[in-house]
């Protein structure tokens, strides 16, 4: 009984997502859903990506949280368009709840749109959004053991940032066992390490993006 | 609607959830409900308490995950009864999830039950098992604002175990703020700082269960 409720609204979720989808697709913005544990570091990824892409693409970002409005606030300090959708309890943002949220946001004009799920490793993985692609943020002191886990968010994701690198000297870690469990779930995975306080990876994750913007530029 | 069905599950869980409450009374075992992020390390802070209390006590676990018996495998290493509920995609265990386990595990001669609940800071705050207290597991990395941020848990929760306090000196992490924000929420919340790398604190996360016991049996 309550699987089928919940199958009702997955498919409920999905026909919106994909609506949304079509509304991105015409207005040529590329669509990036984060999603990642709670403190894994989602807002500091973005922050990097911003800082090294906004003199170069027109970026905005929605923020989804069950409270507060601190990462919105943090985001519209570097000066890009920037939305704050609180949930109000609910775990995950869901595809209704973005395509309200576009009615009083002007993305038509963007060429990325990022949108930063509720911190939660579980429930975000499950709801489209109207997406381009999902990226993973999974910090080094979770512990590598998370791909197998927790398997949905690695097999639907295109990229894992793996964040907080530099606290691999005092974790009990070793990235080759994460890669390697990550690439058993989804083989097409991209994996890049990254450190928001050293700046490692950053190069890396906004050559990641812009090679992403590039081939949908030569698809025309 | 959406919120009408969920009301609907939560009230059949809270009526299910009395009747286990109703069962580990009258067999006088004491329930504890662990709930943190992935990777907050609820594992280790069990490990450290079954080693320092299980000469005293008679203790069981069940491990709640969505995939995997790792963490069952790692407790029954210790000798204490365990048993491995997985919960298929589920973000959270619910009470008849633990209700249809008590079938099969020898709980009767146990003085505590320890639920190590799925990886989530949200989804499993809201879900009553039948337990005495929930303990909230939250770690340095993860950031001094999660009580702001994820407040259900933390207002639901006798005892938060700040974790990994051995990572402060490598993260921008303030414990004070933390604290204060935490018991802002919950002016009656138990506040303990432990590390599973360096021991400590494991004295007072055993001294806070002991003690709780020693109530519970002055009370008769």
Not at 8 to 30: H, M, P, S
Not at 112 to 126: D, R, T
Request: negative net charge; contains cysteine.
């Amino acid at each position: 009984m309550e699987i089928k409720v919940l199958s009702n609204l997955l498919k409920a979720n999905d026909a919106i997502a994909e609506q949304n989808r079509k509304t991105f697709r015409e207005n040529k913005v590329t669509v990036y859903n984060l999603i990642g544990s709670p403190g894994a570091g989602k807002t500091s990824v973005l922050e990097v990506a911003i800082e090294r892409l906004k003199g170069q693409y027109r970026i905005g970002v929605i923020e989804g949280d069950i409270a507060t409005s601190r990462d919105a606030e943090r985001i519209a300090k570097l000066g890009v368009e920037t939305l704050q959708i609180n949930t109000r309890g609910a775990c995950h943002l869901d595809a209704n709840m973005i395509a309200s949220a576009l009615s009083e946001f002007p993305y038509q004009g963007l060429d990325m749109l990022f949108i930063e799920n509720v911190g939660n490793l579980v429930c975000p993985a499950g709801y489209a959004l109207g997406e381009d692609a999902k990226i993973v943020v999974i910090s080094v002191p979770e512990g590598e053991d998370k791909p197998a886990k927790y398997p949905l968010i690695f097999r639907n994701a295109s990229l894992m940032l793996l964040n907080k690198i530099d606290l691999i000297p005092y974790c009990d870690f070793d990235i080759e066992t994460m890669k390697q469990d990550a690439l058993g779930v989804n083989p097409a995975l991209d994996v890049i390490g990254t450190s928001c306080t050293s700046g490692e990876g950053a190069e890396e994750w906004a050559a990641w993006l812009t090679s992403r913007m590039q081939q949908r530029d030569s698809r025309g």
